[in-house]
């Protein structure tokens, strides 16, 4: 189904969300239509209940911004096709998501680095045995044990253990920028690409896809670049999308983790280069990406050999294609949607107005 028709065209989204021109992608708009799941409604609703059930948030925080944080929005029009308890389990792990993001956060804004080494044990030994952290002491903990053993419900131990390698190196990425801003260290830009994959998760959101199309892929299938390029590609426009979007805050604020920011640093652009730097590599994966479809989407027609499982693997790569394609436009209108980007509109530009600044356990 369209998703929030007034914001399925250029023509309509401008009377209703404000796209500034220098973040402003005619090509998302025109070529990349938004869809939403038909669980939307439930899942917002439900995902909702799940921030204060597990205490993530506190209620008065849940019931200002939840719905505007557009977390749900986010996943629904991404992971189209899955079903209703897959979405619910991603959404759920992907609101925990920003929420340990804005804890990581929170604890080097205020100088808590044993707070933030107690979590980051913690979030280790819940990923290898999430059973036995579902009442831990700190919310978090405990939620982020729950959303993965869900997560882990749906497909065969290989996808379970490829998931917790991927997730224990973002868990060690995280670290690397805890120390890089405590220190303020701004990484080159090669240094840069490389983090940026692993804190913004690039291969969990990848792995995500399978349990949405209700299949392992094998690594024949994964691995290969007709499949792994517009995967990656998909990514990276999201990554870079979202530095776009916040190199002038995260400047203003002092901020070390931002393409931009390591291009001024490290290769003497000004900051306006710096901005059509970001822009251009932005657009250009979204032209590369239009590319690599069209080849993974011939891989995709291989597969098919007449055998069943070779229909199998051939339409589940073809639904995999169309969801990297929705990242593109869900990701694209998030950042113009949520209120986690509305930074003009909060009292203190320094403090979001829906985190808890308080660590685990702290009054």
């Known amino acids: 189904m369209p998703a929030f028709p007034h914001s399925t065209t250029s023509t309509s989204t401008s009377a209703t969300v404000?796209?500034?021109p220098s973040l402003?992608?005619?090509v998302i708009e025109a070529a990349f239509p938004?869809?939403?799941h038909p669980y939307w409604p439930e899942l917002q609703e439900n995902t909702r209940r799940w921030l204060l059930e597990k205490r993530l948030m506190p209620a008065d925080k849940v019931a200002e911004h939840a719905d505007s944080l557009r977390y749900t929005d986010l996943m629904a029009g991404y992971y189209l096709g899955a079903p209703d308890e897959v979405l619910q389990a991603i959404a759920d792990y992907s609101a925990w998501f920003f929420?340990?993001?804005?804890?990581h956060d929170r604890d080097i804004v205020h100088g808590r680095p044993a707070s933030w080494r107690r979590l980051r044990r913690a979030l280790h030994a819940a990923l290898d045995s999430p059973g036995d952290h579902l009442h831990h002491r700190d919310p978090l903990v405990a939620a982020f044990a729950d959303s993965v053993l869900r997560l882990f419900s749906f497909l065969p131990p290989t996808w379970n253990a490829r998931f917790g390698r991927h997730f224990h190196a973002v868990i060690e990425a995280?670290?690397?920028e805890f120390v890089n801003r405590t220190e303020g260290i701004v990484p080159t830009v090669r240094e840069y690409l490389a983090l940026r994959r692993l804190t913004f998760a690039h291969w969990i959101w990848t792995d995500l896809l399978e349990p949405s199309v209700g299949l392992e892929l094998p690594d024949v299938v994964r691995k290969n670049p007709a499949y792994r390029r517009p995967a990656l590609l998909s990514q990276e426009f999201a990554a870079w999308y979202n530095d776009l979007c916040s190199l002038p805050k995260e400047i203003a604020g002092d901020e070390v983790h931002n393409l931009g920011i390591s291009l001024v640093k490290h290769e003497g652009l000004t900051l306006e280069e710096a901005i059509a730097d970001l822009r251009r590599r932005?657009?250009?994966c979204v032209a590369e990406?239009?590319?690599?479809?069209e080849a993974g989407l011939?891989?995709?027609?291989?597969?098919?050999?007449g055998t069943v499982r070779g229909k199998e693997l051939g339409a589940a790569v073809r639904a995999c294609l169309g969801n990297m394609r929705n990242w593109f436009s869900s990701v694209y209108w998030f950042h113009h949607e949520s209120g986690r980007y509305m930074v003009d509109s909060w009292d203190d530009r320094s403090t979001p107005p829906y985190v808890d600044n308080e660590a685990a356990g702290e009054k």
Do not use: I, K, M
């Not at 929420?99 to 804890?103: A, F, K, N, S, T």
């Not at 990406?289 to 479809?293: D, G, Q, R, S």
């Not at 011939?298 to 050999?305: I, T, W």
């Open 18 to 20: 404000a796209v500034p």
């Open 24 to 26: 402003a992608l005619p």
């Open 34 to 36: 938004r869809q939403l």
């Open 99 to 103: 929420v340990w993001d804005d804890r």
């Open 174 to 176: 995280y670290d690397r």
């Open 282 to 284: 932005v657009e250009q």
């Open 289 to 293: 990406f239009l590319e690599a479809e």
């Open 298 to 305: 011939r891989f995709a027609d291989g597969l098919a050999d």
